[in-house]
């Protein structure tokens, strides 16, 4: 399998400021299309996870662009610019490439 | 809207069997992969198989394969997870999602215990 991992696991973050989190993989993203299906989703406490971003860095509908990623290979960041105080939970990357598709361990954000 | 709307929460005793759903909306439910993550209390998620409904194609984690079985009813735009002889160690948070991820249900608690 992938490994995905993550740092760091646990983020405490003032509001307004900047934050971000890395994502490493253990083999190249890239798919059989040529894309590279590297997503990053977003858990809140008592919710189902919400993708956030898709193939490294394309946004999804309603999602704010204080939110964006970037990345290629194996190292891929998510940044949000000015956090806010819903931004709170568990960011997870995903990898789609190679079946099965595996998750980080999660980045725990705190305010 | 794409939608995926699961069945209840369950209790049930080691050894039961289970089958969980998650009904599809708002897309063409054949031609999109759908899949099953597990979240188990307090971690992170896990993708535990998927299946295209078109053809009912399935692929299985390792980690899951021979512990659960995937189908899909096309005519009902429902997908299922069932488990045979449930563990314990099955008490988890069950979400189905797109196979990119895009819609997720809003979960089914499963809970194992004697």
């Known amino acids: 399998d992938v490994v995905m991992t993550q740092s760091p696991l646990s983020l405490a973050v003032t509001l307004g400021q900047p934050a971000s989190i890395s994502c490493r993989s253990s083999?190249?993203?890239?798919?059989?299309?040529?894309?590279?299906?590297l997503n990053w989703f977003h858990q809140r406490p008592g919710q189902s996870p919400r993708r956030l971003m898709y193939k490294v860095s394309n946004r999804d509908s309603g999602v704010p662009d204080r939110f964006s990623a970037s990345g290629s290979g194996t190292d891929f960041t998510l940044k949000i610019s000015r956090v806010e105080a819903e931004d709170v939970g568990v960011y997870y990357c995903m990898q789609g490439a190679h079946w099965p598709a595996t998750f980080g361990p999660g980045t725990k954000v705190e305010i | 809207d794409v939608q995926l709307v699961q069945s209840g929460a369950e209790v049930k005793k080691p050894g039961e069997s289970l089958k969980i759903s998650c009904k599809g909306s708002g897309y063409n439910f054949t031609i999109y992969w759908i899949g099953w993550v597990r979240q188990m209390p307090g971690k992170g998620l896990e993708w535990m198989a998927i299946?295209?409904?078109?053809?009912?194609?399935?692929r299985y984690s390792p980690s899951f394969r021979g512990q659960v079985t995937i189908s899909a009813d096309k005519s009902l735009n429902t997908a299922y997870v069932q488990w045979s002889s449930l563990k314990a160690s099955d008490t988890a948070m069950y979400y189905c999602?797109?196979?990119?991820?895009?819609?997720w249900g809003q979960g089914t608690r499963v809970t194992v215990s004697s």
């Open positions: 299946i295209y409904p078109g053809n009912s194609d399935t």
């Open positions: 999602t797109t196979g990119d991820g895009y819609a």
């Open positions: 083999r190249t993203l890239v798919f059989s299309d040529g894309n590279t299906h």
